[in-house]
């Protein structure tokens, strides 16, 4: 199958890491430096966006306390998000991320569930002809993981 006939749901990575709006900057960093990924969905029953590595760095300020403090939806609405049905052609896609100067871009159900990701890397591995076979199209995998910063004793005050 050639790179043009590939669609959303073949390429997307299926199972994500999401974090919910109230979340912290500094555990949203915590789960993409230990899950090795640059992006994450915010969702609260919806999707509401993603935020990047990028957007974190570009908005940190003060300590870990401070950062702990704060909310990722207050880094949400600062670029257009496009997003993808299940079925659109990856040419598409690539034209959207393009457009909107982003390089992942969310893959949407019917009823507007969030499904998948599509990065830059997925369409890296498309072109390369390295998609998991393993995936059957349509089967995709939710994963939410939570974990709870331990911070200094001496913050707690």
């Known amino acids: 199958m050639s ?13 994500l ?8 900057p500094l555990m949203a960093w915590e789960l993409m430096r230990r899950a090795g990924i640059r992006h994450l969905p915010v969702v609260d029953r919806d999707l509401l966006g993603v935020i990047t590595r990028d957007d974190l760095a ?23 998000m496009p997003r993808a049905n299940l079925s659109d052609p990856l040419p598409q896609v690539v034209a959207a991320m393009l457009d909107a100067d982003c390089d992942a871009i969310p ?18 591995r498309a072109v390369a002809g390295r998609i ?26």
Do not use: Y
Not at 17 to 24: H, Q
Not at 66 to 79: A, H, I
């Open 132 to 157: 998991s076979a393993g995936q059957e199209p349509g089967e995709v995998h939710g994963g939410m993981f939570r974990l709870e910063p331990v911070l200094p004793s001496a913050w707690g005050s």
């Open 3 to 15: 790179v043009e006939e590939l669609t959303a749901e073949q390429v997307m990575t299926h199972i």
């Open 58 to 80: 570009a908005d940190w300020s003060g300590g870990p306390q401070q950062q702990s403090l704060r909310q990722v939806r207050n880094l949400l609405g600062r670029r257009r």
């Open 17 to 24: 890491v999401t974090v919910t709006p109230d979340e912290s």
């Open 107 to 124: 893959v949407m159900a019917e009823g507007k569930a969030l499904v998948g990701l599509i990065t830059a890397t997925d369409v890296l």
